[in-house]
């Protein structure tokens, strides 16, 4: 019988019903070459019997992922520091039961916070006699954690540890370009992004990629990789969304292929272009008009300026914020196919429209600020001239 070592990397509540009393707890392991994430609900009982539970889930999930590629020889787990991880996990659960308890009484109104997670390799005694594979995970897992948290940054500083001991892990490209991507750097997401996808050509794997091409504004490469999939999948959705995506950036057609597939599934579609449409214009156009957020919400005819704010800080509307200067910007051609895509897709049920005339006479268009300087400046001139001739 083979052995095979099972790691127990962390724990960290993410939700609890009182209706029910029980709540989830998200977990990851790892043995000295693999690495696994999953969740389990328990219910209230005394710590030492929800932490037996929790070893028990983890243990019969690790058998079945931690195969061997001789099907016939058969494999036992064995949990590293056993007694040591019971521990932890029965403190750890005691004070999830004393906070849960807390909560209960007073409704919600109080905050869990002390009790929240459990990193089982925290500290530098258990940490340093590990094998550098499982360093690697647990440095990996820590990153992992903090972006499904969305912290994108913080995730960065952990992954970048496991980076540097195995930087050719198919899991460290996946979440590096994970991270980078969430920050909107696809150029530094697009290095991990071709490594990954050399391990794991599906689908999914190759619209990142395909996207990322898109935001670094290499069309090329990008149609490259969907015709990939079309030797691959040729029903998929997402290339078809992709493509659109990519029509948009180039300026060309791409409603029509919006419509091919909100004709296939509209349900779809139209969680997707919530999701991961992106407006912003690839292609560099000095003639692009923009606004601040009282003339783009005129524009729209929207009340007031915080009701536009509101949407594009709640990532519902295209916009550019500068953080340091505390300035947001919009762009008229985008918000123009904001209003065409929401009203011609339904994305949330209301229906939008335009209102030049409410900033500007119908006959004249919007002028951007250095053409009324120029214009302003020849006018002074002019007025200098006329003055000195008279």
């Keep these: 019988m083979e052995a095979i070592n099972l790691y127990i990397l962390s724990a ?40 037996n539970d929790f070893m028990n889930h983890i243990f019969t999930e690790a058998r079945g992922k931690f195969r061997l590629e001789d099907d016939s020889i058969s494999v036992r787990v064995v949990l590293v520091n056993e007694s040591e991880v019971l521990q932890k996990l029965s403190e750890f659960f005691t004070k999830i ?9 007073s409704s919600g109104k109080s905050r869990m916070i ?18 550098d594979t499982v360093k690697f995970f647990v440095h990996l897992n820590r990153g992992v954690n903090k972006i499904y948290g969305e912290f994108w940054s913080n995730a960065l500083e952990d992954l970048k540890f496991a980076l540097a001991l195995k930087p050719e892990h198919p899991l460290i490209n996946k979440y590096m370009a994970t991270a980078y991507s969430k920050l909107k750097k696809h150029d530094q997401a697009l290095k991990y992004l071709e490594k990954f996808t050399e391990y794991e050509s599906n689908v999914d794997n190759l619209c990142s990629l395909s996207n990322a091409y898109i ?56 969680e997707k272009l919530i999701k991961d ?3 912003k214009r690839s292609i560099k156009d000095r003639n692009l008009i923009k606004w601040n957020a009282g003339l783009a919400a005129k524009y729209l005819n929207f009340d007031k300026p915080y009701d536009i ?36 897709y339904n994305l949330d049920g ?17 002028v951007k600020s250095k053409e009324k300087k120029t214009a302003l400046k020849k006018k002074t001139e002019k007025t ?6 008279g």
């Design 277 to 279: 449409w992106d407006y």
């Design 97 to 105: 039961n004393r906070e849960y308890n807390n909560n209960k009484r």
């Design 350 to 366: 209301k229906k939008y429209s335009i209102h030049v005339d409410k900033q500007y006479p119908a006959d004249k268009k919007p």
């Design 309 to 344: 704010t509101k949407k594009a800080f709640n990532n519902e509307i295209p916009c550019y914020f500068n953080s340091e200067k505390g300035i947001i910007r919009f762009v008229k051609e985008e918000l123009d196919e904001w209003v065409e895509i929401m009203n011609r």
């Design 215 to 270: 935001q670094v504004n290499n069309f090329k490469m990008a149609e490259s990789v969907l015709n990939r999939i079309d030797d691959i999948d040729p029903d998929s959705l997402s290339p078809k969304f992709a493509k659109a995506l990519l029509a948009y950036k180039q300026g060309k057609g791409y409603k029509s292929k919006l419509d091919k597939i909100y004709k296939i599934n509209p349900g779809w579609l139209r």
């Design 12 to 51: 960290y509540l993410k939700k609890w019903s009182y209706n029910e009393n029980k709540f989830t707890v998200n977990y990851s392991y790892c043995s000295d070459s693999e690495y696994g994430r999953g969740y389990i609900p328990l219910k209230i009982a005394s710590p030492r019997n929800m932490a």
């Design 114 to 131: 002390s009790a929240r997670s459990l990193d089982l390799y925290y500290n530098e005694y258990e940490y340093d006699p590990l094998n």
């Design 384 to 389: 200098k001239t006329a003055t000195a001739i």
